[in-house]
């Protein structure tokens, strides 16, 4: 069974700081690119999370124009965890925040096609 459990999210002011942390398990997290993603609540469901970060299993890192200089992917293979160190942050970060693998881990059914697992994400509200 696949799992994927966000933390860390809350209220912060503008200028302020968070630590989100997932756990992931079912899935091979150590061969994987893991990703941070973001979604603003009441886009339609198909709008396409926005990628924030990622990291490589050997740790190379990419960041969105939005997040680079700000936040900082991390990941600790032997935990099966991944962070997201968020400094300066103002209202536009404000979005639920879900980890996952780039691409998102899937598995294959045969009644409907490929599925793609989630987990609930964790929200962040920044207030200005």
């Known amino acids: 069974q696949v799992q994927i459990v966000e933390s860390g999210g809350g209220l912060v002011q503008a200028g302020g700081s968070l630590r989100l942390s997932c756990v992931v398990s079912?899935?091979?997290?150590?061969?994987?690119?893991i990703a941070w993603y973001r979604q603003v609540p009441g886009k339609h469901p198909r709008e396409q999370r926005e990628?924030?970060?990622?990291?490589?299993?050997?740790?190379?890192?990419n960041y969105a124009d939005s997040a680079k200089g700000r936040f900082t992917i991390s990941r600790d293979n032997a935990k099966n965890t991944a962070y997201l160190q968020m400094d300066s942050l103002d209202a536009n970060d404000t979005a639920v925040y879900y980890c996952?693998?780039?691409?998102?881990?899937?598995?294959?059914?045969?009644?409907?096609?490929?599925?793609?697992?989630w987990g609930q994400g964790t929200q962040v509200t920044v207030s200005s």
């Open positions: 996952n693998a780039d691409p998102p881990f899937s598995d294959y059914v045969v009644s409907t096609g490929y599925i793609d697992y």
């Open positions: 990628l924030v970060a990622r990291i490589s299993s050997g740790g190379r890192t």
């Open positions: 079912g899935k091979p997290f150590s061969l994987n690119y």
